[in-house]
């Protein structure tokens, strides 16, 4: 069993920054790939930004390539979302994934664990 709790979601105007963080409990997390998704009002849930147990296969949607930086620190039991040069088009609430899986994955489906979310808002 794992528990995602995210953090760090809040206001912020286009062209800022924000750094999400994800805590999650339990002593496997270290064997778990992670992915950031988020949902926008009236929108369907999208992949965000994914990242393997290890750190080494990483891939995002073309929408936040070059802006968003997903990391992990396997030590802290925490994956982070760096999320530079935000538009309004970035708004929604961002969730954090777990799966056990060897790799990295876009599929939401594919994610075993979730978290309650953490609201961005990016003002224009």
């Known amino acids: 069993q794992v528990q995602l709790v995210e953090s760090g979601g809040g206001l912020v105007q286009a062209g800022g920054s924000l750094r999400l963080s994800c805590a999650a409990s339990?002593?496997?997390?270290?064997?778990?790939?992670m992915g950031w998704f988020r949902q926008a009002p009236g929108k369907e849930r999208d992949f965000v930004a994914g990242i393997s147990w290890s750190g080494r296969s990483i891939h995002y949607a073309d929408s936040v390539k070059g802006r968003f930086t997903i990391s992990r620190d396997n030590a802290k039991n925490t994956v982070y979302l760096q999320m530079n040069s935000l538009k309004p088009d970035d708004t929604a609430v961002y969730y954090c994934a777990a799966a056990f899986i060897g790799g990295s994955s876009s599929d939401g489906t594919t994610y075993d664990y979730w978290g309650q979310g953490t609201q961005v808002t990016v003002s224009s």
């Open positions: 339990g002593r496997t997390f270290s064997r778990y790939a």
